[in-house]
T-cell receptor
C-alpha cells in the first residue's frame, strides 16, 4: 500500500516570492509521481509527472518538482508565484506495476497575496 | 476533444434518499475512477472500473455502488444517503490498465448536498 503526506495544509505567500509545497510518500514498490492543481469549483488538472528518467520535471507554467528517492519526496517549487497560482495542489502516487489506483495527499492550499 | 463530463453539477437530497451521478470519459479511455472529496479530507478512492468490470473499490460501505456501461461511461449510486455523504464526487478517466501510468483526467465534479 502507498501513502502520501503533504506536510502543509495551507501556504500563504506574497506575489513574486518563491514557494515550495512539500510531498513525502511511502511505498514498498516503485511508483509514478504526480502533482495536480485544483482551481476553485473545478476538477483536478495534471500539473506535472515523474515516470522515469531525469528526476527534475517541469511544467509549462513555471513549476518544477524533483524526485528524491532516498528521501521519498517529490516537492513542488516555483521561483516566483502569481496571484493566478492560488489554488489547491495535490500530490499523488501510483504503483508502477499492478494496481493502477493513484493515492492522493490531503492537498495544500496555496494562497498568493498581492 | 471533449474532456471528462459529469452530471449533474449539483444535487440536493435528503437523508435516506438515493443519488445517481453520471460520468462520460474521454474518448479512447476505458478506465473510470470515482473519488469522494469531502472538506479537509482530500480525495478518497471509491471505485475503479475498467473494460466494464469493477476492478477495485475503496474503504466505503456497500451502499456506494456503480457500474460501467459498454460505451465506458459510468454511474455512481449512493443509497440511504447520510449527512456525511455531502461532498464533491469526482470522476476521472485514463487509458486501459495495460498502458496506464496512473495519470488521471478529471471531470469538474458533482456536488452532492445531503440535508
Amino acid at each position: 500500500a502507498q501513502s502520501v503526506t503533504q506536510l502543509d495544509s495551507q501556504v500563504p505567500v506574497f506575489e513574486e516570492a518563491p514557494v515550495e509545497l512539500r510531498c513525502n510518500y511511502s511505498s514498498s514498490v516503485s511508483v509514478y509521481l504526480f502533482w495536480y492543481v485544483q482551481y476553485p469549483n473545478q476538477g483536478l488538472q495534471l500539473l506535472l509527472k515523474y515516470l522515469s528518467g531525469s528526476t527534475l520535471v517541469e511544467s509549462i507554467n513555471g513549476f518544477e518538482a524533483e524526485f528524491n528517492k532516498s528521501q521519498t519526496s517529490f516537492h513542488l517549487r516555483k521561483p516566483s508565484v502569481h496571484i493566478s497560482d492560488t489554488a489547491e495542489y495535490f500530490c499523488a502516487v501510483t504503483p508502477s506495476g499492478g494496481s493502477y489506483i493513484p493515492t492522493f495527499g490531503r492537498g495544500t492550499s496555496l494562497i498568493v497575496h498581492p | 476533444e471533449a474532456g471528462v463530463t459529469q452530471s449533474p453539477t449539483h444535487l440536493i437530497k435528503t437523508r435516506g434518499q438515493q443519488a445517481t451521478l453520471r460520468c462520460s470519459p474521454i474518448s479512447g479511455h476505458t478506465s473510470v475512477y470515482w473519488y469522494q472529496q469531502a472538506l479537509g479530507l482530500g480525495l478518497q478512492f471509491l471505485l475503479w472500473y475498467d473494460e466494464g468490470e469493477e476492478r477495485n473499490r475503496g474503504n466505503f460501505p456497500p451502499r456506494f455502488s456503480g457500474r460501467q456501461f459498454p460505451n465506458y461511461s459510468s454511474e455512481l449510486n449512493v443509497n440511504a444517503l447520510e449527512l456525511e455523504d455531502s461532498a464533491l464526487y469526482l470522476c476521472a478517466s485514463s487509458f486501459a490498465s495495460g498502458t496506464n501510468t496512473g495519470e488521471l483526467f478529471f471531470g469538474e465534479g458533482s456536488r452532492l448536498t445531503v440535508l
